[in-house]
């Protein structure tokens, strides 16, 4: 299985603060067809995951332009240019160049 | 908008049945794969299965494999996940998932399976 560790675990921020986590993978993340699998998820309190970043650095609908993504073949990062109190929760990255599909541990986000 | 509205989680025996339900909405549901995820309460995340547009081609995680099964009513708009002989380890909050080229775009707001006696 493909193994994607996510490093903090934890990370408290001060708003207006950048954030940054990194995911690194046991085995490139990167397709025959040039896509790279690797995804970011939030997880907000009490909610369900949602979708941030694809492929690498590609904002999903309606995500800020302060989540940036950057990296490529096993080393991913995400970054918050300027945390807000909205962004607490967990961070997980997820890889689908093979099955199973796996997550990160996860990083949970904390306002100082 | 889309909406993906899990149902069918509760309480079970161990080694017993249970039928997750999923009702989608929003997005032309028959045109995309669907897939189901799990969590323990308040730890990670695992993926459990995917099946695609027309339900013939299906895959699951290891420790689901010949217990599990995935399946959709297209005309229903329905993602199910049938299963059987559940164990402790099964208790987690499962949810519904919308794929969109390899990457999971949408999750249903989750039902929780608990499986104790």
């Known amino acids: 299985d493909v193994a994607l560790t996510q490093t903090p675990l934890s990370l408290s921020v001060t708003p207006g603060q950048p954030a940054s986590i990194s995911c690194k993978s046991s085995?490139?993340?990167?397709?025959?067809?040039?896509?790279?699998?690797l995804f970011w998820y939030l997880q907000k309190p009490g909610q369900s995951p949602q979708l941030l970043i694809y492929?690498?650095?590609n904002r999903f609908s309606g995500v800020p332009d302060r989540f940036g993504g950057s990296g490529s073949g096993t080393d991913f990062t995400l970054k918050i240019s300027r945390v807000e109190a909205e962004d607490v929760g967990v961070y997980y990255c997820?890889?689908?160049?093979?099955?199973?599909?796996?997550f990160g541990q996860g990083t949970k986000v904390e306002i100082k | 908008e889309v909406q993906l509205v899990e149902s069918g989680g509760g309480l079970v025996q161990p080694g017993g049945s249970l039928r997750l339900s999923c009702e989608a909405s929003?997005?032309?549901?028959?045109?995309?794969?669907m897939g189901w995820v799990r969590q323990t309460p308040g730890k990670g995340l695992e993926w459990v299965a995917n099946i695609n547009q027309d339900g013939n081609e299906e895959y699951y995680v290891d420790s689901v494999k010949g217990r599990f099964t995935v399946s959709r009513d297209n005309a229903r708009n329905s993602l199910y996940l049938q299963m059987n002989s559940l164990r402790a380890e099964d208790t987690d909050v499962y949810y519904c998932?919308?794929?969109?080229?390899?990457?999971?775009?949408?999750w249903g707001q989750g039902t929780l399976v608990t499986v104790s006696s």
């Open positions: 997820m890889q689908t160049i093979q099955l199973p599909w796996t």
């Open positions: 085995q490139s993340l990167l397709h025959s067809d040039g896509r790279t699998s």
């Open positions: 929003g997005f032309t549901f028959s045109s995309y794969w």
């Open positions: 492929e690498i650095s």
């Open positions: 998932t919308k794929l969109d080229y390899r990457r999971i775009d949408y």
